[in-house]
């Protein structure tokens, strides 16, 4: 799926998360439609980085998909370095905002491997 077409298919449920974050105390729902198995290794973590680093995704629409990719029954991640490095992009107000540095930095810790 094309990364606008991925934007414009998440923003109602993102703007609901967006709207539960913002207040304190508040919950934030995610939608979950679990109907395949997904492991997420180095390659897929450093592709979400770097649509975020381009700008092709926003960090609200970043720290969303992370937040799904966590919570969701269905996935498995290769390695506990990928679920901390995944970590790191949900919630700026838990994990302070992601720059694009670190998101480079992220996408690439696995590229010699």
Known sequence: MPVDDYSAEIS???????QGVAM????A??????DTDLTLDRAGLGVLCRLFASGKLT?????????????????EF???DIASDLAECTDPEVNGP?????ALEIA???AAA
């Open 78 to 80: 290769s390695g506990p």
């Open 98 to 102: 992601l720059t694009v540095a670190r």
């Open 29 to 34: 729902s995610v939608a979950l439609t679990e």
């Open 12 to 18: 109602a449920e993102l703007a609901q998360h967006t």
């Open 108 to 110: 690439s810790n696995g």
């Open 24 to 27: 304190a105390g508040g919950t």
């Open 59 to 75: 960090a609200a629409e970043l720290a969303y998909t992370a937040d799904a990719l966590q919570m969701a029954d269905r996935v």
